[in-house]
Structure formats: structure tokens, C-alpha cells
């Protein structure tokens, strides 16, 4: 009778299974690719560590359940991401937070078993207690910026099977699959959670070894933190959100007499996807769906660049290469300050008009022609037809109205390899934004000032001193020939500060490559995804009447103070971002912050004794790049807002007959690179071989980006000298050691890519 109905819950189970993947397969094209499924297994892996402690947990009886998991896989990542940080040996510090994630177990043992708390009110209150902690300690911001070899267990795979699956969670039920058939503490277990009663009488030792259960309970979820800091380079205080509720359902779905049931249906991808289900969060299976997609891409590609099989004179003439790039590199910083000075000295500022030129912009791109054609380049200058373009690309990436390229010509300039080869694009902008007031400057702003190993000046950061390390590095190449079979492309634009139309002039005349470096400040960490970002104007219309007397009711003829209108719809943008901030959707694993809608400009008011009758908000809102639209802009994005100011609208009686009204401005576009693209790669061993430090970072801010990646087929990453915070303030500078290290990375790059 027992087995037959082991038997009808086991295919009940299957057939609704059947029926959650048959839904997903129709509703999610590539459900069942190779490369979805790795990616549903990484967040498997959290829930089958989970879901094994969770087990043994209501295996040992007493009313046992634990609920604070989920803050324990939370709080326990977060200390082992800080402390590996601190600089501590990243085996120590998983061995601190599995211990950590032991002794939260041990406290809710303790609660359980010498307080005599009801199971589920002392984990549920250490729930509460874990989760705060991990928010408050980082105020709800990831924890970032981990050293890449961290991730070599979270970013692998064997056959589309992630390593810490293999490594880590089949061990372990295995052991646990052992312990509870084969050992004695496995016996006691299962009696305890039978017949306590008759345990206690018979001389076993429960409240230790239900102590130990809740431990061991702790120490899985830490695991699980660990293997959460792994996959995704950081750790997030919301990472274990839910995990309670996922690992709850997958034991008493799956059954607790015996493991085998909670392996076939807690821990296969499918059925992963089928617990989300059950966990009340059918209408974002789409959304996840995309993200465990979105996950691959970043992560994950079977696809494996091996290294052809050379002599060892072959590897030695390389090395010789490599050495003597370093050499000029090195002894190069005068060449490299002196460019810089150079670029800076050109007032190539971006004019508010954007119909007219900034004073410099055709001198300071005549002067890099000049360079490259002294460096073996075909250059080629030419101002683009701004509306012509316009008719082109109308709505897409870069497609800005009002523009006008004349005087302000882009530049591109090809250097041919021997063939064969893969080619590389070397790309950035070439205009500033204005200096502002003058007197915050220590130096004045377009002198290209040198105090010590700094330059100062405007651009200096943003981003002159990466134009000025391609540019040597691409003279480094030349000067010592430098055998390449891929070609260089080298391109400076103007318009970026303003939206990406010079860009867009530059891919659509043709200019693509195999992939391709924008050079703005990242202060040399690799930067394979941007923000988008989106900048709108949200006008609010009062009455105005006498600030100093008093007021009738608008519905009266009265007056209506735009100030307080505008007080109402900014406390409105900060009900947004509090919920982006914990948003998955609106993080992304490199980014230090969440996407947030940033006020930079308001307005109101006529007259000092006039309530205002009108208030401006200049907004600038961010997106990732899952979240563009078809046209592969943030149209997505800016309903979303509008929506939300609408709706808050209507809670406001004024506002609800005279709703604000939003004119976007600008819409810039973002994109992504996958981490195992090979350029990155190459990054990678060129740092390596410089003896410089390789790190992954998400841009905060809109690069130009988007438009090689996605218009022109060139998978563009940021990678440039300069801290990016610097960009746009007075004092803007950076060091020659910081230029000579990005010039070194790049033409070694170079030479790796296009050899």
C-alpha cells in the first residue's frame, strides 16, 4: 500500500512537472538549450544546498523547521566576499563563513533546544534578525569588485553542468544519503523525528543531535553563500530572498523518508523552475526565464580558445615581443604626458547648442590625423550629414535631433594586417563638457597642467587620457613593427557628451572589427557592461497668486504652488528607487548600485512673492541592458516612470485633473558583453604578462558602447586610465603611471588579438 502510493505522488509530481516545462518551453523560446539549463542549474545549486539542510532539519521531528536560511546564505556570502576584500586568503574566508554560517545554525539550535522556543517562532525571528543584519551592514548594496580566480568554481562547467554542482552538491548527498542509511546518527535521526518520547527513554542523546542538525543546517546555507559569491563575483544581502519558502516546498513536495525524492525533484533544473512556480511567482517565470538566460550569456560559453600547438622558439620569439612592448611602454611616459597635454590644450568643448561647434573639435581631431598617418594609418575625416542619418536610424541608439556635424568631423584611420587575422577597434570621444565656474579650478582648465606624475586638466579623465593611451599604443606597435595580421581601426568621435550621434556616424560608414576598446575611465578594470540612460523633463503646472497672503481653495479661484507640487512628485522618484534597490531586475552582479531615477536640475517660480505657477524636474534615469526595447533603446524603461507618476498623480487631487507632463530629452543606449568573450580574455593574459591587476566592473554610468556592439556587430568593452568618479568636476586629472599601464595592457592586447 506504501509503495503504491509513494508510486501516485511520485507521478503526480512528475505530470505537474511535465506540465510547468511544457508551459515554459512554449512561452520562453531556447527554454531547452544547453545553455539555459546551465544557467537554471547555478541557482539549483543554492536551492539543493538549502533543501538538504532543510531536510534533515523536519527529518529530526519536534515540529522542526528552519526558517532563516535565506538570511543565512545572505549574511554568510557577505562575509566572506568582505573579508576576501580585507585581502585575507580566500580559502580562510570561506572557512570563516562556513564556520559563521554554523554558528547562526548553532543559535537557532539553541533557542530550539535549551529555551524550548517553537521551531518555527525562533526561526522565523532569526530570520527577520539575519536579513536585517545583512541590510543594514551594507545599507542594501552588493558587495563587488571580487578577484576573478574567486569565481573559477561558480563560472565553469563540464558538459553544461556547473563544477560547484559536481564538486559540492553531489558530494554532499551522497555523504548524507550514506550517513542516513548506513550509520547509526542516521538511525537516530529518523527515530527522533518518529518517536522522541521513546528516544529520550531509551537514553539518546535529542537535544544534542537535533543541535547538531540546526548546525549543520547553518553550515549548508553558508555553502550556499559561498557558492552565491562564487557564480556571481559579488555578494548581495537579498541573494537567500525566498530560499526558505523554495527549500520548505521542495521537502514536502519531494517527501523526507528518503533523500532519492528530494534529489529527483528539489535539485533537477526543471523542476527548479517548477518551485518558483509553486512559490506564488508565476508572473515573473518569463522574467526569470530571460535572467537565467541573461546569466549564461555573462557567465557561461562552452566554447573554449585553445591555444594552437607551437615550438618553443615560437613561444620564446612571443615572449620577446611581449617584453619589448612593456620596455617602450614603460619608457614612454614622456611621449604619453606630452599627448596628453596636447589633447587637453584643444577646448574641444561640447556646446549646449548641439548645432554648433565647440571651439577645438576640428583642430584637436586634425591633430590625431596627423598622428596616424605618421604611424601607417589610412585616415579618413569627414563631417557626417546629421539628418540624413536621423531619417536612417529614427528611434534607434544615437539617433538625436538638432545635431549638426559641421566643423565638428569624425575620425577614422585603418592600419591593414597581413591577414588572417582578427581585427580590433580602438574608439572614443574626443569632446568635453564645458569647464564651469573657473574658480573652482586649482589649474586652469585647458592648460593640460603637470604637477608631479599628474596632468590636469578638462578631459584629462574623460576621457582624452584614454584616447591618448591608444593612440600611443597603436605608435608603439608601429615603432617596433610588430608583426599583426589583424587589422587596427582607430576612431575618435565627437557628440558623445551629448547623446552618441557621432558614434552612430561612425558605424554606419562601416567601421566594424572583430571587437573592439573604448577607452573611458575605468581606472584599468575591464568594463563589459554600461548603463543606459534616459533624460526627461517633468513639467508641473500650478496657479500663481501671492505668497503672503492667505489662500483660497484652488476649486475657488485660488492658487496652487508648483514647489509643493514638485515636493510631492520628488518623494514620488524616491518611492521608486527605494524599489529598484532591492529590485533584480534594476541590479546587475558588476554594478556597484542599483539603476536609480537621478533628479540633477529643478526650477520653479516667477517672482520671490509669487507661489510659483510652474516647476521643472530634469530627471536622469538609468536601464540595463536586458531591459531595452525592440528598438534596443529604454522605451521600457520610460513607461515605467511615466506609469509611476501617474499613478502617484492620481492620489493628488490637482494633479489628478492636471497631470505632469514628461518630454524625454535623450534616450542613450547600453549593452553587455559576455565575460567569457574572448577579448576579455585577452585582457586578461595582457594584464597578466604586464603585471597588472585584472578585475571586472560594471560602468554606473552611459558609455558609447551600445552602438559598435550591437549596430556594428563589434563587441566593444570599456577599458581606460582614470578614476571615473573625476569625470566631469573641476580638478579632473590623472597619473602618468596610470596612462603607461593602460597603454601597456592595450598594445599588448593588441598584439595577442590581432597576432
Not at 503526480?12 to 539555459?36: D, I, K, R
Not at 561558480?154 to 564538486?167: A, D, E, M, S, W
Not at 548546525?215 to 537579498?238: C, E, I, Q, T, Y
Not at 518551485?275 to 546569466?295: D, K, M, T, W
Amino acid at each position: 500500500m506504501i509503495a503504491t502510493l509513494k508510486t501516485i505522488r511520485f507521478g503526480g509530481l512528475l505530470a505537474l512537472c511535465l506540465v510547468a516545462l511544457m508551459f515554459f518551453a512554449v512561452s520562453t523560446p531556447g527554454f531547452f538549450s544547453v545553455g539555459n539549463l546551465s544557467s537554471i542549474l547555478q541557482f539549483s545549486t543554492l536551492l539543493a544546498l538549502v533543501t538538504l539542510g532543510q531536510a534533515l532539519v523536519i527529518l529530526s521531528g519536534g515540529g522542526g523547521i528552519d526558517l532563516s536560511v535565506g538570511g543565512i546564505v545572505s549574511l554568510s556570502g557577505l562575509l566572506i566576499a568582505s573579508a576576501v576584500k580585507a585581502g585575507f586568503n580566500a580559502y580562510l574566508a570561506a572557512f570563516i563563513g562556513i564556520v559563521f554560517g554554523g554558528f547562526l545554525g548553532l543559535i537557532n539550535g539553541i533557542l530550539i533546544t535549551k529555551f524550548r522556543l517553537l521551531p518555527l517562532i525562533a526561526t522565523l525571528g532569526t530570520f527577520y534578525a539575519y536579513n536585517g543584519l545583512s541590510v543594514a551592514i551594507t545599507n542594501g548594496a552588493p558587495v563587488s569588485g571580487l578577484p576573478l580566480y574567486f569565481g573559477t568554481l561558480g563560472q565553469n562547467n563540464t558538459v553544461g553542468i556547473p563544477l560547484h554542482t559536481l564538486i559540492l552538491v553531489l558530494p554532499i548527498f551522497l555523504i548524507l544519503e550514506f550517513v542516513l542509511w548506513q550509520m547509526p546518527l542516521g538511525r537516530w535521526i529518523y527515530a527522533i523525528g518518529s518517536n522522541e518520547r521513546a528516544c529520550r527513554l531509551v537514553g539518546l542523546p535529542v537535544d544534542h543531535i537535533r543541535l547538531g542538525v540546526y548546525v549543520h543546517s547553518g553550515v549548508l546555507a553558508a555553502l550556499a553563500g559561498l557558492v552565491a559569491d562564487f557564480w556571481l563575483l559579488s555578494a548581495r544581502p537579498n541573494i537567500g530572498q525566498n530560499l526558505e519558502l523554495l527549500s520548505l516546498t521542495a521537502v514536502l513536495l519531494g517527501g523526507t523518508r528518503h533523500l532519492w525524492w528530494i534529489r529527483r525533484f528539489g535539485w533537477s533544473p526543471d523542476c527548479c523552475l517548477l518551485l518558483h512556480f509553486i512559490a506564488g511567482r508565476a508572473s515573473n517565470v518569463e522574467c526569470e526565464c530571460n535572467l537565467a538566460v541573461g546569466y549564461r550569456r555573462l557567465f557561461f560559453n562552452n566554447k573554449r580558445s585553445r591555444r594552437p600547438h607551437n615550438s618553443s622558439r615560437r613561444y620564446e620569439m612571443r615572449d620577446e615581443l611581449d617584453q619589448s612592448i612593456i620596455d617602450a611602454a614603460d619608457s614612454g611616459g614622456y611621449r604619453l604626458m606630452q599627448t596628453l597635454q596636447d589633447l587637453i590644450r584643444f577646448e574641444s568643448v561640447v556646446m549646449s547648442d548641439p548645432t554648433k561647434a565647440g571651439p577645438g573639435e576640428h583642430l584637436c581631431q586634425q591633430y590625431l590625423e596627423r598622428r596616424l598617418a605618421a604611424n601607417g594609418f589610412a585616415t579618413e575625416l569627414w563631417e557626417p550629414d546629421a539628418e540624413a542619418l536621423l531619417m536612417k536610424y529614427a528611434g534607434k541608439p544615437g539617433a538625436q535631433k538638432g545635431r549638426n556635424f559641421a566643423g565638428r568631423p569624425i575620425l577614422a584611420g585603418t592600419r591593414r594586417g597581413s591577414g588572417g587575422g582578427k581585427s580590433i577597434l580602438l574608439t572614443g570621444h574626443i569632446d568635453v563638457v564645458p569647464p564651469g565656474e573657473l574658480t573652482h579650478w586649482t589649474y586652469p582648465p585647458f592648460a593640460g597642467t603637470q604637477v608631479e606624475d599628474r596632468i590636469y586638466g578638462r578631459g584629462a579623465v574623460d576621457m582624452k587620457g584614454g584616447v591618448a593611451s591608444m593612440l600611443v599604443a597603436a605608435e608603439i606597435l608601429h615603432d617596433l613593427q610588430i608583426p599583426l595580421s589583424g587589422d587596427i581601426i582607430f576612431s575618435t568621435v565627437v557628440d558623445e557628451e551629448i547623446g552618441g550621434m557621432g558614434t552612430l556616424a561612425m558605424a554606419d560608414r562601416g567601421y566594424h572589427a572583430d571587437a573592439g576598446i573604448l577607452t573611458e575611465p575605468t581606472n584599468n578594470r575591464v568594463t563589459p557592461v554600461c548603463h543606459g540612460i534616459l533624460w526627461g523633463r517633468i513639467l508641473l503646472d500650478g496657479i500663481g497668486g501671492h505668497a503672503e497672503l492667505a489662500r483660497r481653495h484652488w476649486d475657488q479661484g485660488g492658487p496652487v504652488d508648483a514647489v509643493g507640487l514638485m515636493r510631492f512628485i520628488l518623494a514620488g522618484i524616491d518611492v521608486i528607487n527605494e524599489r529598484w534597490r532591492t529590485d533584480p531586475r534594476k541590479n546587475h552582479p558588476l554594478m556597484e548600485l542599483p539603476n536609480q531615477v537621478i533628479v540633477t536640475q529643478i526650477k520653479a517660480g516667477e517672482h520671490p512673492s509669487s507661489a510659483a505657477g510652474r516647476a521643472e524636474i530634469i530627471i536622469d534615469v538609468q536601464y540595463l541592458p536586458h531591459e531595452k526595447d525592440a528598438a534596443g533603446v529604454g522605451g521600457n524603461v520610460k513607461r515605467e516612470v511615466e506609469e509611476h507618476i501617474a499613478r502617484m498623480s492620481q492620489v493628488d487631487p490637482w494633479l489628478a485633473q492636471h497631470p505632469p507632463r514628461i518630454e524625454w530629452i535623450l534616450d542613450a543606449d547600453c549593452a553587455e558583453v559576455a565575460i567569457d568573450h574572448p577579448i576579455i580574455g585577452a585582457f586578461r593574459e595582457a594584464s597578466k604578462q604586464a603585471s597588472q591587476p585584472f578585475q571586472l566592473w560594471g560602468m554606473g554610468a552611459h558609455t558609447d558602447m551600445g552602438i559598435p556592439t550591437d549596430l556594428a556587430s563589434t563587441p566593444t568593452v570599456n577599458f581606460g586610465p582614470g578614476d571615473p568618479s573625476q569625470a566631469h568636476q573641476p580638478n579632473e586629472s590623472v597619473t602618468v603611471p596610470d596612462l603607461i599601464a593602460t597603454t601597456k595592457i592595450i598594445a599588448l592586447t593588441i598584439a595577442r588579438w590581432c597576432r
